[in-house]
Structure formats: C-alpha cells, structure tokens
T-cell receptor, first 114, second 114 residues
Framework: KAGVTQTPRYLIKTRGQQVTLSCSPI?????VSWYQQTPGQGLQFLFE???????NKGNFPGRFSGRQFSNSRSEMNVSTLELGDSALYLC?????????????FGPGTRLLVL | AQTVTQSQPEMSVQEAETVTLSCTYD???????LFWYKQPPSRQMILVIR??????QNATENRFSVNFQKAAKSFSLKISDSQLGDTAMYFC???????????FGKGTRLHILP
C-alpha cells in the first residue's frame, strides 16, 4: 500500500498570501488529521476530518481551515499568512474508529513565510 | 486538558548501550492510548510503540519496550542495543479513546554515538 502523501513538499509564501496544502491518506483510511510543527511550540493538533466532516479542532485561529473530499483526500488552507505560520505541516491518516488505531504520517509540507 | 511532559531535551549514548527516555502525562481520562514516535532527520514521523492504558502488560517491539506506570502517569521508553539508526527526535504522545487527536510532548533528541 502506498503511504500518506503530501503536496507540495516545500512552499515559500509572503505575508498576507494564502496557501493550500494537500494530503492523500493511505487507501481505505477515512480519517485525516493535521498537525503543525514548529521549534517553539512543538507539535500541535490542527483538526481532524472523517467522512468529509470535521470531528475535532485544535486551538488555532479561523485563518486555518480544512476540508475532506469523498475520496478521503484532505486539504488545509491558511489565509492571510503570518511569519509565525512558518512550520512543518504534517498530516496523518488512520481508519478513524477512535480505537487507538495507528496514525500514519506523511512526509510533511515545509512552509516558509517571508 | 491532557498534557505530556518529556523532561530530557537531549541525550547521547554509545552504540550498543541501553537508553531510557522518560515521559509523564496528566489526564483525568481512564481510557486512552500512549505512543512513542520517532522523527529522524528526514522529518518522517514513525510510530515506535503503543500502549493501551487498560492493558497491564508493558508493550514491546523488538529492541523497544516501555515501562507503563498508570498510577504514576509515567510512560518511559527503553531502547536496548542502540544502533546508529536510532538517532532521532523521540516524541511521547497521548490519545484519548474515541478521539483521533494526538497530544505530543516536546520531544527528546537522542544521539547514538559510534
């Protein structure tokens, strides 16, 4: 089975712009979670989608949003980028039953905001 | 709210030695899962081991084992016969049962020296 894929792998944007990141889960997985990793704050949960519905949301401003499509692929969008949004964005997929199933992570998208 | 604390920011050990990484957590939940993830320089997040809180027996995966003390809310990782490829950032993580949101500690950077 192919693993979790994320595109693009690297992005450079300027303040005020918006960005869309994509995540394709492992085939058959219906849950996709997004995390932000920064040196200062570590790994923080952004949100989780299951069957096209947001089930859980972390403590991030409304500039961060996401969606999931019927094929379980997910996108996250960040509008009005700020310097502090520079981070590694990781997505993870799992079966989504909530029974402690392993979350498999993608390689991440590294976003640099100038 | 749940928290995960890793008190050792960085550790170094010689190849073939045994090393133990510490982790404590705080939760009022009774049903949950604990994980150790490894993030090598490639930044790919890899699951090392997981523990169901309702299981008394400590989880083991080849050279990796945990010491799970539920009452003390402690979850340490022991790596036996350490190898150069074990060099990575190690994250202790918590997930409530019925949830797909992982809460990570700040990580321990482990260096295996030749």
């Amino acid at each position: 089975k192919a693993g979790v894929t994320q595109t693009p792998r690297y992005l450079i944007k300027t303040r005020g712009q918006q960005v869309t990141l994509s995540c394709s889960p492992i085939s058959g997985h219906r849950s996709v979670s997004w995390y932000q990793q920064t040196p200062g704050q570590g790994l923080q949960f952004l949100f989780e989608y299951f069957s096209e519905t947001q089930r859980n949301k972390g403590n991030f401003p409304g500039r961060f949003s996401g969606r999931q499509f019927s094929n379980s692929r997910s996108e996250m969008n960040v509008s009005t980028l700020e310097l502090g949004d520079s981070a590694l964005y990781l997505c993870a997929s799992s079966g989504g039953t909530g029974e402690g199933e392993t979350q498999y992570f993608g390689p991440g998208t590294r976003l640099l905001v100038l | 709210a749940q928290t995960v604390t890793q008190s050792q920011p960085e550790m170094s050990v010689q190849e073939a030695e045994t090393v133990t990484l510490s982790c404590t957590y705080d939760t009022s939940e009774n049903n949950y899962y604990l994980f150790w993830y490894k993030q090598p320089p490639s930044r790919q997040m890899i699951l090392v081991i997981r523990q169901e809180a309702y299981k008394q027996q400590n989880a083991t995966e080849n050279r990796f084992s945990v010491n799970f003390q539920k009452a003390a809310k402690s979850f340490s990782l022991k790596i036996s016969d350490s190898q150069l490829g074990d060099t990575a950032m190690y994250f202790c993580a918590f997930m409530k049962r019925g949830d797909d949101k992982i809460i990570f500690g700040k990580g321990t950077r482990l260096h295996i020296l030749p």
